[in-house]
């Protein structure tokens, strides 16, 4: 069982490793979820506090808790008995090594892990990134008729005067304004519109403002 201190905690199975966190004061939502991750004995020894608090969403509390009980179990083990021979003294080196390499392996494997999940992240955003990033001109007026807008890619949001035939663009969205009340939903529009022909003025040239509810 769990609690016989001669047991190398090495070798407990799920269950013991339950039993032992009870006897510690852990509750009992919190065994069934590390049961449910089959931690056993040598998951046990590779645990760290931030993989109960980040991947059994374990108070810092508890977590604490089973990190210090768990190192007093390791310390007790790893001390020499009086009582014992020469060959359980090598037996005990023996488990204390096989402990600490399980440990390292653990750890290696949970940064190895976590790196991964960061890199699968970082390269998850850049390809949205180089999704939506290609910008699309706006169609011209006076040539090429058969110019189709391509999908994914981004109208820019203000085109300029390209020459005297093209207007200047402006592309708005009022998906937030058309949540407003009618009156103060004019007034928005109003102001638009009125910026944006002001800026045609400016520069002397036409211009076409698309809006988009």
């Known amino acids: 069982m769990a609690d016989q201190p001669h047991q190398s905690p090495n070798?407990?199975?799920e269950s013991e490793v339950s039993d032992w966190l009870r006897s510690i004061g852990v509750k009992e939502p919190y065994i069934e979820k590390l049961y449910d991750e089959e931690v056993?004995?040598?998951c046990l020894l590779a645990l760290d506090e931030d993989f109960l608090v980040t991947k059994v969403s374990m108070k810092l509390g508890p977590a604490n808790l089973i990190i210090k009980k768990r190192d007093e179990l390791i310390n007790f083990h790893s001390k020499p008995k009086e009582n014992k021979t020469s060959s359980s003294g090598n037996n005990t080196e023996s488990d204390q090594k096989k402990q600490t390499?399980?440990?390292?392996?653990?750890l290696a494997k949970q940064k190895a892990k976590r790196e991964e999940n960061v890199l699968q992240e970082k390269q998850s955003v850049v390809q949205q990134c180089e999704v939506t990033r290609e910008d699309c001109?706006?169609?011209p007026f006076d040539k090429d008729p058969d110019f189709i807008y391509?999908?994914?890619k981004v109208?820019?949001?203000e085109s300029g005067a390209f020459n005297l035939i093209n207007p200047c663009r402006e592309f708005k969205s009022l998906v937030n304004a058309s949540q407003l009340d009618d009156?103060?939903?004019r007034v928005k529009?109003?102001?638009?519109?009125?910026k944006f022909a002001t800026g045609c003025m400016n520069v002397r040239t036409n211009g076409t403002i698309f809006t988009s509810a």
């Open 189 to 194: 529009f109003a102001r638009e519109v009125l």
């Open 150 to 152: 391509v999908k994914h």
């Open 101 to 106: 390499s399980g440990r390292k392996k653990g």
């Open 183 to 185: 009156t103060r939903l």
């Open 11 to 13: 070798q407990w199975t």
């Open 40 to 42: 056993d004995g040598q």
């Open 155 to 157: 109208l820019q949001p």
């Open 137 to 139: 001109k706006a169609r």
